[in-house]
């Protein structure tokens, strides 16, 4: 691992050389490229140094506690810098694992109220507004693609984009089946229901990312339901593609224009291809370990949220809290750190095997 380390440095260098040379924004798409690359190298390098510096901090003190006098005095040191040595280590490992190409994209996020009747599609729109509020925690902004409200306020199906720089390194982990306990407010006799709702987590994809045949694309237009107005109903704004060799389905109705919407559905496709060609490809890998956390299977269910106890389980790494309106409030991070942090000790462990 050393002499990779030294062979990440060597590289931080090099780029970093070449950034202050007179030329180098000659070329702007390879100058952004190069950036890019110091930057992410950029903290690696820095806690490989410090380890270095804990190493040669742990080897002075020893050699300083040949000397009797010495000894007790520099005891102290040797014990924090072969400490400290040690969970530099630790960080290095984890610094180097592999990176998830995508974690820097916004992602598209898709809402469906699943069993439950009314009450799932009422807990669907819960489940949108506390994305919606992380996401405005984060300073990410929301994008609606596609909405489908119901006469009691509920969601039938919610799909947006949440713009913002890592939005996917952090979000990936809430694909999978959410289940909700609590009275609905359909409900008059005070019993507890339990229901639940889907939810995916796409990277965002360019159309240039993913090659996709324009003849192999159905486009349909429509007029938009919903909110918007007497415009909105009056012209058929709305834009539905059909990919015929896979028969996905993508529909937009938010914007007012036809080549608008029609954009947005194009970037929803190119997603949904992308996530399909990733299952092939790795379905390929025989022998391949699948982390326990991962970014969920759409059809596990993967958190409840009790409201009658106020709590909060994410079943993949046993986690349990007691604040309920905090989480749907959209304070999610400490649920994330941990998955992330399973996440990351999963693959170290694969990684050592």
């Known amino acids: 691992m050393l002499e990779k380390l ?61 000397d009797p006098e010495m000894r007790e005095f520099c005891q102290e040191t040797f014990q924090a810098a072969k400490q400290r040595q040690e969970e530099l280590y630790r960080q290095l490992q984890l610094l180097l694992l592999p990176k998830d190409p995508n974690d820097d994209k916004s992602v598209i996020m898709e809402i469906r109220g699943g069993v439950g009747g009314e009450e799932s599609a009422l807990f669907a729109h ?14 990410w902004s929301v994008e609606l693609l596609n909405y489908s409200d119901t006469e009691l306020g509920g969601v039938k199906e919610a799909d947006f984009v949440i713009n913002g720089r890592g939005a996917y390194s952090r979000l990936k982990y809430e694909s999978g089946v959410h289940r909700v306990q609590r009275v609905p407010e359909t409900e008059s006799g005070g019993r507890v229901h339990t229901s639940t709702a889907t939810v995916a987590v796409l990277p965002e994809m360019e159309e240039v990312d993913v090659q996709i045949n324009p003849a192999d694309i159905e486009m349909q237009v429509f007029r938009a339901s919903g909110a918007g107005g007497q415009h909105v109903n009056k012209t058929s704004s709305a834009v539905r593609l059909i990919h015929k060799p896979t028969g996905i389905v993508v529909s937009c109705q938010e914007e007012r224009s036809q080549v608008q919407n029609r954009e947005k559905c194009m970037r929803m496709l190119a997603s949904k291809l992308y996530e399909i060609e990733q299952e092939r490809v790795e379905s390929e890998v025989t022998g391949m370990r699948r982390s326990q956390v991962g970014t969920g299977m759409r059809n596990e269910r993967i958190r409840t949220y009790n409201f009658p106890q106020g709590r909060v389980t994410d079943h993949r790494i046993g986690l349990t809290l007691y604040k309920i309106d905090a989480v749907m409030d959209g304070a999610l991070d400490e649920i994330i750190d941990g998955l992330a942090t399973a996440d990351q000790a999963e693959k170290l462990k694969n990684a050592q095997n």
């Not at 260098?13 to 690359?37: G, T």
């Not at 819960?126 to 300073?139: E, I, T, V």
Request: hydrophobic share 35%; with cysteine; proline share 4%.
């Open 126 to 139: 819960s489940l949108f507004r506390m994305y919606s509020m992380y996401a405005n925690q984060k300073g």
């Open 6 to 66: 030294q062979a990440v440095e060597n590289r931080y260098e090099e780029l970093c050389a070449k950034s202050e040379q007179p030329d180098f924004y000659a070329d702007p798409k390879k100058a952004a490229k190069l950036l890019r690359e110091k930057n992410d190298l950029e903290p690696i390098v820095e806690c490989y140094r410090e380890y270095n510096a804990a190493v040669q901090e742990q080897a002075d003190a020893e050699e300083l506690m040949s």
